[in-house]
């Protein structure tokens, strides 16, 4: 049973609004992803950390940022969001890069 | 670049069936290949893991082969169920790259399969 949480499931928010989506897992894992899927597509990463205070972009660009202060935690936050940005989006964490990635339930945003 | 392509898109049965749902690669240097499932709207569920080393994992009614040097997996589903009725992704892992620290998951577009009653 994986223990990581994303909150909110769902948020409807307006342009230019700041939004921080949370990421939280109870397993210890050093390694935290966040990815993004558009309905219908295949998942990209877009933000990556291997641990605490260490964090890189991933292979789809994106206006968003990461924070990595605690093992537990890996929010990610749009300073002003545009509709553009509305897709879910979806963490996971694992113990090592090569080891089995556990995922969370998804945030689907959505910014009208 | 590594490409992920499942096969098929879309795969609708009656209950009871046995079904493969099939995922092919296109680089063969990989560390390992894992299958989810995906509800509607939800995120994602892990359900087997194959190490490059592996030929296939066990866990259930599921069974994912892997063959590393064809750059193939497939999912094995037994008396299928309603209850499995889902997307099925499958991802695989490269070694790191490209200046980066970690090993790119890249997915399949997923197999949307439907087990009717």
């Known amino acids: 049973e994986a223990d990581i949480y994303q909150t909110p499931r769902y948020l409807v928010i307006g342009t230019g609004k700041k939004i921080t989506l949370e990421c939280s897992q109870t397993m210890g894992h050093d390694k935290m992803y966040w990815y993004q899927q558009d309905p219908g597509m295949e998942l990209h990463l877009i933000h990556y950390s291997y641990g605490v205070n260490s964090t890189e972009k991933g292979d789809l660009s994106s206006e968003s940022t990461v924070s990595r202060i605690r093992t537990e935690h890996f929010p990610l936050t749009l300073e002003s969001a545009r509709p553009s940005h509305t897709s879910q989006y979806l963490c996971?964490?694992?113990?090592?890069?090569?080891?089995?990635?556990?995922f969370g339930q998804g945030t689907r945003l959505t910014v009208v | 670049k590594q490409e992920v392509t499942q096969i098929p898109a879309a795969l609708s049965v009656p209950e009871g069936e046995n079904l493969v749902l099939n995922c092919s690669f296109t680089?063969?240097?990989?560390?390992?290949l894992q299958w989810f499932r995906q509800d509607p709207g939800k995120g994602l569920t892990s359900l087997l893991l194959i190490q490059s080393s592996q030929r296939e994992q066990t866990s259930g009614r599921l069974n994912a082969s892997l063959d590393k040097s064809s750059g193939r997996s497939t999912l094995y589903i037994a008396a299928s169920q309603p209850g499995d009725s889902a997307t099925y992704l499958c991802?695989?892992?490269?070694?790191?790259?490209?200046?980066?620290?970690?090993?790119?998951?890249?997915f399949g577009q997923g197999t949307i399969l439907t087990v009717h009653p």
């Open positions: 991802a695989v892992r490269r070694p790191p790259a490209g200046g980066t620290s970690y090993g790119k998951l890249t």
């Open positions: 680089d063969s240097a990989i560390y390992n």
């Open positions: 996971a964490s694992s113990v090592t890069q090569n080891t089995e990635a556990f």
